[in-house]
T-cell receptor, first 120, second 116 residues
């Protein structure tokens, strides 16, 4: 059973550089989420895809951040001109939407191991 | 706006003790979902349980049990006979149905340390 995969696990870069992270969701999952987690905090929602469509972006996602999910499969999250405040764990999660019934449409999100970003 | 509060920042117990992790939530939606996730030192968030707002029946799974009370907006998690392997950060989370994106709002987590 292949879970959510994220690459790289760790990224260290200098301030001002661009970075890109990749997420491979569970293959049959059509929903994909990005979250950011800083030390001592719970994950915070960044953005959400249903198939290839990006349907919501948090106010946390400044214009330096961009996410894509071409063909509704893997997703990338790019941060341009990184700042020290971008240092965090970036988590990807996926889930399957199911229509019909009370328990439909909100299957649990399964998370990857995350990418830890450190800005020097 | 939805909000989750985990008032206990850290809890330390000795192995075999029972421990309860508290979770209080706020939402305006009448249909919502509550979750618990475990984050061990390795970092991966592990799904433990999901409950919907229409089902207040308590649930037991092995040493884990969950007490959902809409009247107090609480969804507490009890570990019976704790073990060292239970040491982790535990997050309570909420998602509302109304928004249809089902994004999760997490509490700040409770760090549980089980000492041998």
């Amino acid at each position: 059973d292949t879970g959510v995969s994220q690459d790289p696990r760790h990224k260290i870069t200098k301030r001002g550089q661009n970075v890109t992270f990749r997420c491979d969701p569970i293959s049959e999952h059509n929903r994909l989420y990005w979250y950011r987690q800083t030390l001592g905090q719970g994950p915070e929602f960044l953005t959400y895809f249903q198939n290839e469509a990006q349907l919501e972006k948090s106010r946390l996602l400044s214009d330096r951040f961009s996410a894509e999910r071409p063909k509704g499969s893997f997703s990338t999250l790019e941060i341009q001109r990184t700042e020290q405040g971008d240092s965090a764990m970036y988590l990807c999660a996926s889930s399957q939407s199911i229509t019909g019934g009370l328990n439909s449409s909100n299957q649990p999100q399964h998370f990857g191991d995350g990418t830890r970003l450190s800005i020097l | 706006a939805q909000k989750v509060t985990q008032a206990q920042t850290e809890i330390s117990v000795v192995e075999k003790e029972d421990v309860t992790l508290d979770c209080v939530y706020e939402t305006r939606d009448t249909t919502y979902y509550l979750f618990w996730y475990k984050q061990p030192p390795s970092g991966e968030l592990v799904f433990l349980i999901r409950r919907n707002s229409f089902d207040e029946q308590n649930e037991i799974s092995g040493r884990y049990s969950w007490n959902f009370q809409k009247s107090t907006s609480s969804f507490n998690f009890t570990i019976t006979a704790s073990q060292v392997v239970d040491s982790a950060v535990y997050f309570c989370a909420l998602s509302e149905r109304g928004g249809s994106n089902y994004k999760l709002t997490f509490g700040k987590g409770t760090l549980l340390t089980v000492n041998p």
